[in-house]
């Protein structure tokens, strides 16, 4: 069973902080990583996508992929409370994606 | 706009009761999902058509079942809803291929009484 875990927090931060997103996933052959952000009652919007090792910077958002450790994490700078919502780290291995509980992110003005 | 849309975007059914939820796209994608999503979990994928090809997860129960009559549209039948399949539904497409993201529907909310 291919599994993708997140600490479901909730994670709260001050406005303006970076919030530290963390994800494992148990299937070493899988090949893209995904973060969306899911607002209550609305479905998941993708935010970032990563594939190799190393850091990938896209605005405020930076995603991290190592995967010997197999994990992958998603940095928030400048934390605003529209960020406010569940981010759900995906697995995606050939057309067969695997998504995490989500961690609530809570950005406190 | 290219998009995903699901019809409803609430549905009440009785115990028992046939239900049938609808996806439609226009973004010409060749694949297209479902997912189940309970109150704080992970969506579940239920099962993707990869073109017309049928590929169902291991664990999903009998009861659901899907139709995919052409590229634009999907449909998941739930024969008879009991109270578990209360969930939000999620359709989603992605183009073939490495790496391709998912494109999602707005998702249907299915009550079950």
């Known amino acids: 069973q291919k599994e993708v875990e997140q600490n479901s927090g909730p994670l709260s931060v001050p406005e303006g902080a970076i919030a530290s997103l963390n994800c494992t996933y148990s299937?070493?052959?899988?090949?893209?990583f995904f973060w969306y952000r899911q607002y209550s009652g609305k479905s998941p919007e993708l935010i970032m996508f990563?594939?190799?090792?190393g850091d990938k910077e896209d605005g405020r958002f930076t995603a991290q992929l190592n995967k010997a450790s197999q994990y992958v994490s998603l940095l928030i700078r400048d934390s605003q409370p529209s960020d406010s919502a569940t981010y759900l780290c995906?697995?995606?291995?050939?057309?067969?994606?695997?998504f995490g509980a989500g961690t609530r992110l809570t950005v406190k003005p | 706009d290219a998009m995903v849309i699901q019809n409803p975007r609430y549905q009440v059914t009785q115990f028992g009761k046939p239900v049938t939820l609808s996806c439609s796209q226009t973004?010409?994608?060749?694949?297209m999902y479902w997912y189940q999503q309970k109150s704080s979990q992970a969506p579940k994928l239920l099962f993707h058509?990869?073109?017309?090809?049928?590929?169902n997860e291991a664990d999903t129960p009998d009861n659901f079942q899907s139709r995919r009559p052409n590229t634009s549209f999907c449909f998941l039948d739930i024969r008879s809803p009991g109270l578990g399949d209360a969930a939000m539904y999620l359709c989603?497409?992605?183009?073939?291929?490495?790496?391709?993201?998912?494109?999602f529907g707005s998702g249907t909310q299915l009550s079950v009484l």
């Open positions: 995906a697995v995606d291995d050939n057309n067969d994606m695997r």
């Open positions: 990563i594939y190799s090792n």
């Open positions: 973004l010409n994608h060749n694949v």
């Open positions: 299937d070493r052959g899988s090949q893209s």
């Open positions: 058509y990869y073109d017309k090809d049928f590929n």
């Open positions: 989603a497409t992605s183009t073939s291929g490495f790496n391709e993201k998912l494109f």
